[in-house]
Nanobody, 117 residues
Framework: QVQLVESGGGLVQPAGSLTLACVASLSYFGMYVVGWYRQAPGKQRELVADISSIGRTNYGDSVSGRFTISRDNAKNTVSLQMNNLKPEDAAVYYC???????????WGQGTQVTVSS
């Protein structure tokens, strides 16, 4: 069964750090662009960051310089290191994978990140 499973969400104070991880049960993981999106209450889902199979990264403007995405093709994992977190970073974070062959998107179930003192 194809699935993405996120972990690492939780409560963190402003200016704190958190690392999200996603394990993908996908064949040919290297044929996917993988990334993270987030959705806050009342807002649209937005791109946080994504990374190609060769490591090319793309970040949302609001997180650039604070977040770092990485992937391990041997372990079928993608991680998101989040530093200097702000209250506006609070959201449900979703792991995603887009097939380079079919352009089909796969989503994880989401993990909650709360930034509050």
């Amino acid at each position: 069964q194809v699935q993405l499973v996120e972990s690492g969400g939780g409560l963190v104070q402003p200016a704190g750090s958190l690392t999200l991880a996603c394990v993908a049960s996908l064949s040919y993981f290297g044929m996917y662009v993988v990334g993270w999106y987030r959705q806050a209450p009342g807002k649209q889902r937005e791109l946080v960051a994504d990374i190609s199979s060769i490591g090319r990264t793309n970040y949302g403007d609001s997180v650039s310089g604070r977040f770092t995405i990485s992937r391990d093709n041997a372990k079928n994992t993608v991680s998101l290191q989040m530093n200097n977190l702000k209250p506006e970073d609070a959201a449900v974070y979703y792991c995603s994978a887009r097939s380079l062959l079919t352009n089909h998107d796969i989503w994880g179930q989401g993990t909650q990140v709360t930034v509050s003192s």
